[in-house]
């Protein structure tokens, strides 16, 4: 049996918003190399989550969303850059440890709900989806199941990408000396840092 389209283009666009390029991707693939891989990919499937609750959003409320985003997305990227320089700042204080893999339900659900909260609050990425939607065509769909097969092809293609990025990363823990990994650490720690006071420039040469 043949996929639906919609899903098929849910999977695209969940694929493409879950490329790690972004700062909290970057971050995402810190949290994975130092802490384990099941920490990092649940934390990356807080990303999913939302990514998926926007693209319903802007499948529902396509008409309305630009407002929203031009009132509340100056604040929200601040507020963003803000945490990504705390968070920098911290783990370039500390000595980097690479743990002891762990999977502990708590710290899961914690770096779920850390990663949920940074997704949500950058609301410019319900411009990106729609742009995804457009691009796609997923607009001229007539399916009465678009609204629910879409998401669903969301959450299934980023999960599957964080699930292989995730993976590649835990076997790059497992073959490179710790002395390598903290290097790297240091250096997504460093990018982290920049990429926070470029959000937070960015927004200030914008008033």
Known sequence: MLLDASIIKGIIAGFILSLPFGPVGIYCMEVTIVEGRWKGYVSALGMVSIDVLYGIIA??????????????????????????????????????????????????????????????????????????????RVFE???????YQVPMGIFAGGASLWFFTTTVLCKLRKTVEEKSLIRVSRVASCLILLLGVYLIFKMAVNI
Request: net charge positive; charged share 15%.
């Open 59 to 136: 499948l529902v409320f396509v008409n309305r969303v630009e407002d929203i985003i031009i009132r509340y997305e100056r604040y929200l990227t601040v507020l963003i850059g803000i945490f990504l320089i705390l968070i920098a700042i911290r783990k370039l204080t500390q000595p980097v440890t690479i743990k002891r893999v762990k999977h502990e339900f708590k710290t899961l659900l914690q770096g779920y709900f850390t990663f949920m909260f940074f997704a949500l609050a950058n609301i410019s990425s319900i411009a990106v989806i729609i742009l995804i939607f457009t691009t796609l």
């Open 141 to 147: 769909s007539e399916s009465s199941t678009m609204l």
